[in-house]
T-cell receptor
Framework: QQQVKQSPQSLIVQKGGISIINCAYENTAFDYFPWYQQFPGKGPALLIAIRPDVSEKKEGRFTISFNKSAKQFSLHIMDSQPGDSATYFCAASSRSGYSTLTFGKGTMLLVSP | NAGVTQTPKFQVLKTGQSMTLQCAQDMNHEYMSWYRQDPGMGLRLIHYSVGAGITDQGEVPNGYNVSRSTTEDFPLRLLSAAPSQTSVYFC????????????FGPGTRLTVT
């Protein structure tokens, strides 16, 4: 049972455009929703994260939008740059127990010059 | 701080061989985890530890053993390698149960022939 569904699998965006990656979750106990960025040959690194008490969080060109009732959250990359080309993972975690992170399957983003 | 370090970076094994993937962190983090990353599958949790002497299974534990004798080290053992264990393995750590950000190592690419 996949608890976090991520789409699309891959995405090509023109330089300067907006990249949008969507995730949906099933477990209503989830209370932490991070996005990780991974460059080829590297480990994932935390990009931005949100908790369900806010509907949006912005850090520079990266914004998370969160819809608690729909159990969905998305990553928006404004003014996408070739340096943003990477694989992006959404994830979710709950406070109960060890609170392991459950990851989506990833989105490979290519920003064309 | 070196952060999370993993050795080796690459490894080729024959079916049935055993080996240990090393992971160390110098941030005094209590929580450590092992993930495997396969194309189109995202990151799946193998085993995790909430402190020295305490380990538990994740989503895909079969074929792997772990132990945690010190806060710094969390090795992953493959007792009898199988081709299905060909993957990229990531170790991660985080401070404690209240801080969710995970720090990932650079990964070990394992091929089992």
């Amino acid at each position: 049972q996949q608890q976090v569904k991520q789409s699309p699998q891959s995405l090509i965006v023109q330089k300067g455009g907006i990249s949008i990656i969507n995730c949906a979750y099933e477990n209503t106990a989830f209370d932490y929703f991070p996005w990780y960025q991974q460059f080829p040959g590297k480990g994932p690194a935390l990009l931005i994260a949100i908790r369900p008490d806010v509907s949006e969080k912005k850090e520079g060109r990266f914004t998370i939008s969160f819809n608690k009732s729909a159990k969905q959250f998305s990553l928006h990359i404004m003014d996408s740059q070739p340096g943003d080309s990477a694989t992006y993972f959404c994830a979710a975690s709950s406070r109960s127990g060890y609170s392991t992170l459950t990851f989506g399957k990833g989105t490979m983003l290519l920003v064309s010059p | 701080n070196a952060g999370v370090t993993q050795t080796p970076k690459f490894q080729v094994l024959k079916t049935g061989q055993s080996m240990t993937l090393q992971c160390a962190q110098d941030m005094n983090h209590e929580y450590m985890s092992w993930y495997r990353q396969d194309p189109g599958m995202g990151l799946r949790l193998i085993h995790y530890s909430v402190g020295a002497g305490i380990t538990d299974q994740g989503e895909v534990p079969n074929g792997y053993n772990v132990s945690r004798s010190t806060t710094e080290d969390f090795p992953l053992r493959l007792l009898s390698a199988a081709p299905s264990q060909t993957s990229v393995y990531f170790c991660a750590s985080r401070p404690d149960s209240t801080l969710y950000e995970q720090y990932f190592g650079p990964g070990t690419r394992l091929t089992v022939t």
